[in-house]
């Protein structure tokens, strides 16, 4: 029965208005929410309706929970409109092991931002055409995928014209915790990117509509349109519920529009639960038996599974769907061949509820070979598969898919569908029977748990699972594996020491002959150590990596080797030795076509030729690579490039412009989700506040700095921000307070262990002591940051450094050695072309007694 669209003219009008704006170009994006039942489905559906009559393109996905599948219902909906999106490139390592490779572990954060990128681009094109509604039903259920899609266009839909309607129930966001569906939901209601509708029960007015139409009179009793009112609450789909229970139980006489027995007297279930039930259990035994063998395979099918499922010859279940169709518990897939599924999902979850534990378990079964038969093949469906067999207590066959589905989605960057699948997996692994089975199962799973956790940031799991892994492991070259990758988490979190000795006991159970292993252990030595400020160790290992490459004939790899080996010479301030192995990566990148990596070298070269004074060559440099990143769609290496072009106008004074790019910066970061490029502007940012002697801001933005690393428990980047706000606060006169800070600033850098860090913390904790007339001590701390300095070999530092101590003489009234140290700074930054910090020398030398 068609029942009419009743009330919701303020609801639609508003998504019309969106509409509207959107179709100028500046798009929406609005969550529509409300108790199951209410009215959420059917609001979205109308609206979309009037979308399309105005000559919108409308995009409608449903998402269902049957197994996470990355990027469903997106990618079904993308093909069906405009064809497959195109394959992405699967990363080497994946396609030959299936396993996580370093390499790839260092790089998927930008592989997730490309693939959202790439569908933003797609969404992007379409509404050039003409503007798209994208209506997203029952998201509760999306996969991780989708749901991460959905942030990412969160972000970026008020510049082209498109309307994004999701709809959940209300009580998913209450029930369910850090689920990343509620998660999702949170971050972009918390950044302000979407409003909300909340859809209320239909009044007495609206139930009324409701009774006529289905009960084809305009004179309903007014007892039963009151005593029906009281009952659902005016929940829309309680109400059609109730009113066809009246029908079916015939109490309602249609032709004198009247009840047969008085309205107390009709036998009423309280609950839509108890309604469904009780509709199924007027069902005869065929239809039941077909509709239980619907809810195993879930809230949508496909005929093929179900014609096994349900044991009935072809016509008769042919006849048993349409009445089902009939009577409006399922409907067919638009859209999709011979794809079912049910109308609401209340009715699905009764009836999945009502049947007994041993039947599930025979049906899931037969559901799981089933459907192994019709497409064991597909990887996307094996998420589904391996909870059919799962469910169905098959548990190695179970497990098995499940582990294929983590792979899976782990290929397509998609890590929180791959954890839920590998959960599902370890749910399950102590019942293993065979115990060795159980060992292999259980390493490969916490192997890929640990990947999954390190490249969502999340590093103490990560190396939990490495853990379980490297129990698990039954040879040296399993553990070694593990061992390589547990210590990347461990160089995150500034545990250098953990992470050296790990690769050095893998280094020292790798074969002679496995020279590529042998150089990803060597450059990530060289990483750490680097990290770490110890350049010059980094430096030696990087070496060896580039002697054993060369050994092979690998380019890609000894390109590798030699940016790499290059960017560690520019960290010691070797601006020769850089350049010349920078150039030699170049000339492989630039013969082999490596995009990516190319974009890097340049974008070092650029920073080397910076570092120079060679701004010109500098920026041409930054420019190729920025188009290369462009090209790619690897946002993440624009943001780098927007930063150190930023920092290239700093040093020359150029702030206006230098803000102008970190602000793009900072805002490309939070488009892509790329927390540490966001604290890394903002921190510079507020530099330059700083230089500026624009104390307010500069605060401010290191405060948010700050909030940042913490949130994310970023810790290099924390050691800045707490050594500037120290500075500012003594600057300020708020000395207590700046001791606070500046103590923190170096307990921070003292944990991570960079060089660096400690001789930031100790320079910022000089300068408040010297604000606060404590010469002696701030001589002490700026003579150990010198040290720290020293040791790294950092020009730039050394020389701000030795700034600051003739600023620290002069106050004292030392001024001979005052002298001296400042003009070895005035020297050394007049070289450097670095006119801001020329200037404040300048002033300082002004000050001396002639
Ligand atoms: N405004 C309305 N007018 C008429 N029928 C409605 C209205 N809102 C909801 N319904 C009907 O109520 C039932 C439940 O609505 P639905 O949109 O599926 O709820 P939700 O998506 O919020 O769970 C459906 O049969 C739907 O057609
Ligand atoms: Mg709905």
Redesign the pocket.
Known sequence: ME??????QNEVAELCEALASAKSGKGKMYFVT??????????I?EFCKIAKQEGCLVIFGRCIDSGAVPFLPLNEVLERYMGEIEEQHIPLGLAVSREFQYEQLRNTERERTRMLERYMRKFEEMSVQQPVVFAL??VQWADAGTLSFLHYLSRNISTISMLCVV?Y?TEYMKTEGATPFATTIRNINIERNARTIE?SR?GVE?VVQ?LRVMLGTDRVPEKLVKNIYQRTGGN??YV?EVVREILEQDVFDLEKHELKVPVEEIQMPDTIKNIVSMRVSRLDENTKKVLRACAILGREFEYAPLKALAELDEDTLLDILDNLIAMGFIEEVEGAEERYRF???PVYEVIYSELSIPRKRLMHGKAGRELERLHGNEERYHAEIGTHYIRGRELEKGIKYKIRAGEYALSRYIMEDAISNLQDAVAVLGELKDESMKVEYAYRIYAMLGDCNYILSNYDEAIMAYEKALDFSVDETQKTRIKIKMSMPHTKKGNFTESVNLLLDALGHIKEDEFALKADILILLGWTYELKGAFLRAIEYYKQAVEICENTDDEAAIATAHHRLGTGFWCLGDINKAMKHLEKARSIREKRNIKEGLADTYNNLAILYSDTGNIEKAIEYFRKAEKLYAEIGELSGLCAIYNNIADIYALKGQYETAIAFYTKDIELSRRIGYKTSEILATNNLASIYQEMENLEPALTHYASALKLSREIGEKRMLTMALANIAIIYAELGEIKKALEFANEALETAKEVGSKEDEGDACSAMGRVLLLSGNFNEAEMYYEKALDFYLETQRVERINTCKFDIGRLYLAWGKFDEAREFLEIAREFFEKMGSSGMLKKVERELSKLPK
Do not use: A, L, Q, S
């Not at 409300?34 to 609001?43: A, N, S």
């Open positions: 029942i009419p669209f009743v009330d919701r409300g108790e199951i039942g209410v009215g959420k489905t059917r609001i559906e039903d029952d709809t129930p859809i239909f609206h409701i829309p789909f059609i109308v609401h999902n």
